[in-house]
C-alpha cells in the first residue's frame, strides 16, 4: 500500500463534539492520524509535499459511527453487501458501521466475524466492526461464547431486530457480560405484545384498517431489561426507543446511576406515522414510526442528552419483499446515506445544536464502544467528514449507492451533503459535483 500522503484541511468550520467546541480552523493528517488542530487560523507550516484543503467554510467534524446497520453478508448479498452498504456510508459522512449479527448464518461463531472482518479488509471503504449475536443461531435458548466472539472482534452483543424475550436467559447473559464490561443492545419490542400489529396503535391505524403496534410492547421489555441491569450491574444499552414512556424510563435508570444507555433510530426522529401516507411500505420500520408528539419528545431527549445516540437502522430491503400489502411487507428502510442530512433537519428547526446533535452521531457511539475517534484532537484517528448543512437537495433513490432503494426519504427536500470523506486519513468519498 502506497504511504500516505500529508493532509492539511483549511478555512474550515471546526466542530468538535467531544467538546461542544464550534469555530474556524485547520487540520494537519499523517500518517492516517490527526497531528494537529489549530482553532481559529490556519496550520503555521506545512511541509512541502503536503496535500492542501480548502474547506472553503464547510463543517469540518469527525466522521460519524453508525451503531446498527445491516450490511448484508454472509446470506443477504442481494439485499446489501459490504462493498455497496460501505459506498452508501463513505457517501453520507459515516466512517465507522457496526454490522448487525442477523445475517445468514448468524454472526455467533468466531469464524463468521473473522470472515467479516477479512471482506471488510477487501471490499469496504469505511471501518466495518461486528456484533455478535447474542443467543447461538438467534433462537434465543443459549448464550453464545462471549469472550471469544470479543477476542475475535466483536464489539457488542444482541440478536439484532429480534427481542430476547426470556428474561433468566437474559439475566444471565448480563451476568456473563458483565465479567467482560461487554455491551449489550436489545431490541425493545416485545413480540407477544406487538401481536400482528403493522404501525404505531391509535386513530391513524384505525382510520388506515391497520392492526396498531401498542406503546407498551416496547415500554414493558425496556422496563424488564433496565430492573435486569439493575440487578447484574452489566452495560446495557436500548438499541432504538421510540415514545416519551421510554424516555422517562431512561432517565430514572440513569439517575440512580445505572449503567444504561439508549439509541434512536433517525426515523423516529424526522418522521412519524402520517408519514405512512397512502400505505406507502418504505415507511414500514421497526419500531414503527409514532405520533408527532412522540416524535417531539425524542428529539427533546435527544438535546437534552437522555438519548445517548442517534442510529441509520440501515435495513436495506428488496422489492419483493416492500412490493406488497402494507401488513405483509417486510420491516426495513435505508437509512446510512442520508442519515446526516435527515439530522440536520433538526439543527435547521432550531431544535438542537449542531455540536450536540454530532455528538449523538459520533463522539457517544465512539465512546460506548472504546473508540478512538469520534473528536477532532491530536492523536485520534483521520476519519472526518466535510460536509455543507446548507446544501438543499432532492433525494433520489435512484442515486442511492445502495443496492436496495427503499428509503423513507425518496423525493424528500433535505438541506446537508457531504463533499469529502476521510477514513484513516484516506479519501474514500469526494462529492465530483463540487
Given at each position: ?333 435505508l437509512g446510512i446515506e442520508t442519515l446526516l442530512p435527515a439530522a440536520l433537519r433538526m439543527v ?87
Amino acid at each position: 500500500m502506497a504511504e500516505l500522503q500529508d493532509i492539511a484541511i483549511v478555512n474550515a468550520r471546526l466542530v468538535d463534539p467531544a467538546t461542544g467546541r464550534d469555530e474556524r480552523g485547520s487540520l494537519l493528517i499523517r500518517s492516517g492520524l490527526i497531528v494537529d488542530v489549530v482553532w481559529g487560523g490556519a496550520p503555521p507550516t506545512v511541509a512541502e509535499g503536503t496535500h492542501l484543503i480548502d474547506a472553503g467554510g464547510l463543517v469540518l467534524a469527525p466522521g460519524l459511527v453508525d451503531l446498527r446497520a445491516f450490511l448484508g453478508e454472509p446470506g443477504a448479498e442481494f439485499r446489501e453487501t459490504l462493498g455497496t452498504g460501505s459506498q452508501a456510508a463513505a457517501a453520507g459522512g459515516v466512517t465507522t458501521v457496526v454490522c448487525r449479527p442477523d445475517t445468514d448464518p448468524p454472526i455467533d461463531d468466531p469464524a463468521i466475524i473473522d470472515f467479516i472482518k477479512r471482506r471488510a479488509r477487501d471490499k469496504a471503504i469505511v471501518n466495518v466492526l461486528p456484533s455478535a449475536a447474542l443467543t447461538k443461531g438467534m433462537l434465543g435458548k443459549e448464550i453464545t461464547e462471549f469472550g471469544l466472539l470479543l477476542e475475535a472482534g466483536a464489539v457488542a452483543f444482541g440478536d439484532g431486530a429480534k427481542a430476547v424475550r426470556n428474561p433468566q436467559l437474559l439475566r444471565r447473559a448480563m451476568i456473563y457480560a458483565r465479567d467482560f464490561d461487554a455491551l449489550l443492545m436489545n431490541h425493545v419490542e416485545d413480540p407477544d405484545l406487538r401481536g400482528s400489529g403493522v404501525m404505531n396503535e391509535g386513530e391513524f391505524a384505525s382510520r388506515k384498517g391497520l392492526p396498531g403496534i401498542p406503546h407498551e410492547a416496547e415500554t414493558v421489555m425496556l422496563e424488564r431489561d433496565i430492573r435486569l441491569a439493575r440487578a447484574t450491574g452489566s452495560r446495557y444499552h436500548a438499541a432504538m426507543i421510540s415514545c416519551a414512556e421510554s424516555v422517562e424510563l431512561v432517565r430514572r435508570a440513569k439517575a440512580s446511576g445505572l449503567r444504561v444507555t439508549c439509541g434512536v433510530s433517525i426515523n423516529n426522529l424526522t418522521l412519524n406515522e402520517n408519514d405512512v401516507g397512502d400505505y406507502r411500505t418504505f415507511c414500514k420500520v421497526s419500531p414503527p414510526l409514532r405520533h408527532e408528539q412522540e416524535r417531539l419528545a425524542m428529539v427533546a431527549a435527544l438535546a437534552e442528552g437522555v438519548i445517548d445516540v442517534v442510529v441509520s437502522d440501515h435495513d436495506p430491503q428488496d422489492v419483493e419483499t416492500k412490493r406488497q400489502p402494507f401488513a405483509e411487507a417486510a420491516d426495513g428502510a435505508l437509512g446510512i446515506e442520508t442519515l446526516l442530512p435527515a439530522a440536520l433537519r433538526m439543527v435547521h428547526a432550531g431544535q438542537i445544536g449542531l455540536a450536540t446533535l454530532l455528538a449523538s452521531l459520533s463522539a457517544r457511539p465512539a465512546g460506548l464502544l472504546g473508540l478512538p475517534g469520534g473528536r477532532l484532537a491530536v492523536g485520534a484517528p483521520a476519519d472526518l467528514a466535510l460536509f455543507d448543512p446548507d446544501a438543499p437537495h432532492v433525494v433520489d433513490k435512484r442515486k442511492l449507492k445502495s443496492r436496495a432503494k427503499n428509503s423513507p426519504f425518496d423525493e424528500a427536500k433535505l438541506e446537508g451533503l457531504v463533499r469529502t470523506t476521510l477514513v484513516a486519513g484516506r479519501v474514500v468519498y469526494h462529492d465530483d459535483a463540487v
